[in-house]
């Protein structure tokens, strides 16, 4: 009995000590990253007091009436690029992989290829982009060449993500689908697409949110660090109302907005910089919080 | 399960059971099939006749390869790589080998109706559900719809339990519930053969009786081939009984002389469940 509840009390101390540690564990993360919004926030924040100009101006030699006009329509026009070619290639490739290939040893190799790009630097993709597009294609550095450069970037993670919704619905499904005498395409795009959306949904959203935070390939493939004027408009008031030219435009985004303010000489510039990484952080974590909210609510209606 | 039920119900089953030596009729006819899982042989030589417009009951202890001859009728086994099936499941009175590969998986699944071993409904509406097969064969008028919706979930015993929630999800369902939805489903498309597995394995004894109910009504239009581990049912229902075992067919025969006088030990000692 003695045994026992020393046993008891030594193993109470083992837990206790955990909780310690893992405590301050946690502490140690959640803190840097409290610090870090504090410390952007009062540097940044008495210029996003006076947003109009902030998000309405393009960056100048005066700090305080330089904005992030430029760098966030660039980011928008790149990630609409992105979004437009990722999108469709990564659950077309995605699709085709789970759905139609045959299992063997050639489409294991593409599996665990595809899951390893996912972690490959993405300054290496900016290298592949930039010898792709730049070299082979002659094209210089744009609003399409970015995007598609972040679109090379994430498409294996849609991929992925697609995958894995596509994998979780049960064969089951599958067959009762095929049993009502259902094509492979019928399946496909009354079943399969419909069930995964809520995965695909929130893959992409985290990818394009890891994507507008890229700097590094987008330098490498020659982004701007300050553009003059903005992308000519996408819609028009004559006919045929589309006008494709922005695609061509010269671009920066708002992280390579933040580098060149950083890299300023004038120390007043970094109340810019970090001004412009509220606004990236909003971004990005508006964005996460989408994903999660579309997560959420599939779960709640498909229960496999 | 009711003692008494079975009896009764089994003797007003038998005065209307077709008698297989006067209906010559076939409707399929599989002849020396065997099948293949990749390496393993879960068919072996099986014959076996199916009279059109009878029910014809699977009976034979798990994994003796029921659900595997049920998914030949339909060539579910196609979906997957590696399986092989040898001999032929002809059809009659066209005389087609359904197992050739001449012939179109499609073709035969969209002749036959399956219901799963288990409950395997989309996550869609009760009425997209059912509407499923209309829809694949491009039926889209409304009323249409409609009516053979209401009409299939009327058979399948399901349509008073449901009739006011036509369009919430079918995933919220009892496990019941969703079993005779399946049901439904496959009545929908009025198939020529319906393939049931164990299709009131999850059914209390009212609902298991109105889908028996269905079974006999429904053979007057189409032939149904059912897996049961309920022996009671077989008797029931069915107008023949075949038994399995190991992958063979061991003993078939009209359901009245297949329980009362077995050929074969091996049907004897299951029937009797001194087995194994
Ligand atoms: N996909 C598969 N691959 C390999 N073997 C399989 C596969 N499916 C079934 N089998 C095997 O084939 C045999 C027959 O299986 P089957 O599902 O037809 O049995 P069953 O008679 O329907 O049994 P139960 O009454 O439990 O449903 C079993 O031994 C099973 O293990
Ligand atoms: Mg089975």
Redesign the interface.
């Given at each position: 009995m003695n045994d026992v509840s020393r046993l008891i009390a030594y193993r109470k101390r083992q837990d206790w000590w955990f909780q310690i540690v893992g405590a301050l564990c946690t502490l140690v993360g959640v803190a840097t990253l409290v610090a870090l919004i504090v410390k952007l926030m009062l540097d940044g924040l008495p210029l996003l007091m006076r947003w109009r100009v902030f998000l309405f101006s393009n960056a100048s030699y005066m700090p305080d009436e330089s904005g992030i006009l430029m760098a966030w329509v660039g980011s928008l026009c790149v990630m609409l690029v992105t979004f437009l070619t990722a999108v469709p290639l990564g659950v077309g490739a995605a699709i085709y992989l789970e759905e139609y290939a045959k299992k063997n040893r050639f489409t294991d190799l593409i599996e665990v290829n595809i899951s390893n790009l996912a972690g490959v630097p993405s300054i290496t993709y900016g290298l592949m982009a930039l010898w792709l597009f730049g070299y082979l294609l002659g094209l210089s550095s744009s609003v399409l060449v970015g995007g598609l450069t972040l679109s090379l970037l994430i498409l294996p993670i849609i991929i992925v993500a697609t995958r894995e919704a596509l994998r979780s619905i049960p064969q089951a499904i599958r067959e009762a689908a095929y049993a009502a005498g259902a094509t492979k395409w019928q399946t496909i795009w009354y079943h399969m697409l419909p069930y995964s959306l809520g995965g695909i949904a929130t893959g992409t959203i985290i990818a394009m949110s890891r994507a507008v935070g890229e700097t590094a390939p987008l330098i490498v493939i020659g982004a701007a660090g300050w553009v003059s004027n903005l992308p000519p408009s996408p819609v028009t008031s004559h006919a045929p109302f589309l006008n494709f030219r922005w695609l061509n435009a010269d671009f920066t985004v708002l992280p390579i907005q933040m580098f060149t303010w950083t890299a300023d000489p004038d120390p007043a510039f970094q109340a810019n910089a970090a001004a412009a990484g509220l606004v990236l952080i909003v971004f990005t974590l508006s964005m996460n919080a989408a994903a999660i909210i579309v997560r959420y609510r599939v779960r709640q209606k498909l229960k496999w | 399960m009711n003692e008494s039920r079975p009896a009764t119900r089994a003797g007003a089953v038998a005065a209307s059971r077709t008698d297989y030596a006067s209906s010559g009729h076939l409707k399929a006819e599989v002849r020396g099939l065997n099948f293949f899982y990749g390496q393993r042989h879960a068919l072996k030589n099986v014959e076996l006749p199916i009279p059109e417009r009878t029910v014809t009951a699977l009976i034979g202890p798990s994994g003796c390869g029921k659900s595997t001859l049920l998914r030949c009728f339909?060539r579910?086994h196609d979906?997957y790589?590696g399986n092989r099936y040898e001999g032929e499941i002809v059809l009659q009175p066209s005389g087609v080998n359904i197992l050739s590969p001449a012939v179109d998986p499609?073709e035969m699944?969209?002749r036959?109706?399956?219901v799963?071993q288990?409950p395997?409904?989309?996550?869609k509406s009760i009425y997209e559900n059912v509407a499923?097969?209309l829809?694949?064969?491009f039926v889209n008028k409304r009323s249409l719809l409609e009516e053979r919706v209401e009409a299939a979930l009327r058979s399948a015993a399901l349509w008073d339990e449901v009739k006011d929630r036509l369009h919430q999800?079918a995933?919220k369902l009892s496990g019941g519930q969703q079993q005779r939805l399946?049901v439904a489903?496959a009545l929908a498309?009025g198939p020529e053969i319906l393939l049931l597995d164990e299709p009131t394995s999850a059914l209390d004894p009212i609902a298991t009786s109105r889908i028996e109910d269905m079974i006999f009504t429904l053979k007057e239009q189409v032939t149904i081939l059912m897996v049961t581990h309920n022996m009671e049912q077989a008797a029931r229902v069915a107008d023949f009984t075949a038994f399995m075992y190991l992958g063979e067919l061991v003993e078939r025969g009209a359901t009245s002389q297949f329980f009362q006088n077995p050929q074969n030990e091996l049907t004897e000692k299951y029937l009797t469940g001194s087995f194994g």
């Open positions: - | 339909n579910m979906l790589p499609m699944r969209l036959t109706g399956m799963f288990k395997n409904p989309f996550p499923y097969g829809r694949l064969r999800s995933f399946c489903r498309t």
